[in-house]
């Protein structure tokens, strides 16, 4: 079965109605006939026939054993984060997202646990920093926000030789490009927020474990802390995930086209994007990913924050805002606005630039976007050189 027909049919009709929109249960409690005598549902923390069917969903689109829904990807994380104790230690990639990072250090270090961040597109630096004491090994592939690439499967083979769970955020490629428990990770995560809720309409987040035993653990910690997603936000993923394939497939060729066109580009430096060869790691996208994503980052010429804002502040097809994966395309200044938490010198030593520009491609045709960036180009060039000849 193909991936799109799949998730269709992986949406049950109400069995109930035959409703073929999941139905929102908006609904505190339930009614039992007798104390512990219920149809499966007593609380509503504890489970809701509708965010039932997207925590559902998202393990079959995984491969995973387990599925959990959660009010925000951060809080997806932090429960991850609840099965360790003092002394344990997370190995995590250099490039992280911002509020992970802060999570990281400021919540959890407090707690006695230790992170430590590498480069992990080297194999070799996860086999020198890795120790019995660590429990998480903590991957994004594709990082947020220079892209970088990690080889799933080789790091958790590493991993499970120190019994440590490989927690992989798929946010950036999604089940539709990629599965990494396919691959060997333990967990992955998700920001259902961009491209699983896809129109920049919710917050979300999702986790799902690759085993039973995994699983209930963190269906545990979900109930015991209540971090839950609520039944309209639940139904609101779902409705997203309906359309996945093709919105991921027709970011993902626009993306490529974006970044050809940045990597041409006179007034552009850098270009960070897993579909150009030029990349580090292009070969190794390539076999883990059916495509390359809707994501791309580059730095200008001109390496500095204040070009690298204005040229935010001129696209118009392209909105300055904080998220991605949405059918509206968007640009973000990384250092001043999602990695703004993270020290400056840990921020430009895993490759985030001050002048670092992150676009998330929608569902727009390419060459309008292209117009758009190169329109934007062009006018902070002209004003760069008319206070150069003023001066």
């Not at 990597?263 to 076999?287: F, I, M």
């Not at 001109?302 to 059918?327: C, H, I, M, P, R």
Request: contains cysteine.
């Amino acid at each position: 079965m193909q991936e799109a027909t799949k998730i269709i049919h992986s949406i049950p009709v109400d069995p109930q109605t035959g409703s073929i929109s999941v139905p929102i249960y908006q609904t505190a409690t339930f009614v039992q006939e007798a104390p512990g005598v219920n149809k499966g549902f007593d609380y509503a923390r504890s489970n809701n026939p509708t965010r039932q069917v997207l925590e559902n969903l998202i393990a079959k689109l995984e491969n995973g054993h387990r599925g959990l829904a959660f009010a925000s990807g951060l809080a997806a994380i932090d429960t991850v984060l609840k099965l360790l104790k003092t002394g344990d230690e997370i190995l995590a990639v250099d490039d992280l997202y911002g509020g992970a990072f802060r999570l990281f250090t400021q919540v959890y270090e407090k707690f006695g646990i230790k992170i430590r961040y590498v480069d992990t597109t080297e194999i070799q630096n996860v086999t020198e920093a890795i120790s019995t004491r660590t429990k998480l090994v903590w991957l994004e592939t594709p990082t947020n926000p220079t892209l970088k690439i990690s080889d799933i499967k080789a790091i958790s083979r590493i991993a499970h030789q120190y019994k440590a769970l490989v927690v992989v955020d798929n946010t950036f490629a999604s089940p539709a490009l990629q599965r990494p428990l396919d691959l060997g990770a333990d967990i992955v995560v998700h920001s259902a927020t961009k491209y699983l809720g896809g129109h920049s309409d919710l917050i979300a987040g999702l986790l799902v474990a690759r085993d039973e035993t995994l699983g209930d653990r963190l269906k545990f910690l979900q109930n015991a802390a209540g971090n839950i997603l609520a039944p309209f936000d639940s139904w609101l993923t779902i409705r997203g995930i309906e359309t996945l394939p093709l919105r991921v497939e027709k970011q993902s060729r626009s993306g490529l086209k974006v970044a050809q066109f940045l990597l041409q580009s006179d007034l552009v430096d850098k270009v960070h994007y897993p579909g150009l060869p030029s990349h580090k790691n292009y070969e190794l996208a390539k076999r883990q990913q059916k495509h390359f994503g809707g994501i791309i980052s580059f730095s200008l010429k001109d390496d500095n924050a204040y070009s690298a804002v204005k040229f935010t502040q001129a696209t118009k097809l392209f909105k300055l805002a904080e998220s991605l994966g949405g059918v509206k395309s968007l640009v973000c200044h990384p250092a001043s606005m999602t990695h703004k938490s993270t020290p400056v010198d840990i921020r430009r030593a895993a490759g985030i630039q001050d002048s670092l520009i992150r676009l998330s491609c929608g569902i727009e045709d390419a060459e309008d976007l292209i117009d758009d960036l190169d329109q934007a180009l062009q006018l902070i060039h002209q004003k760069k050189y008319a206070v150069s000849f003023a001066n």
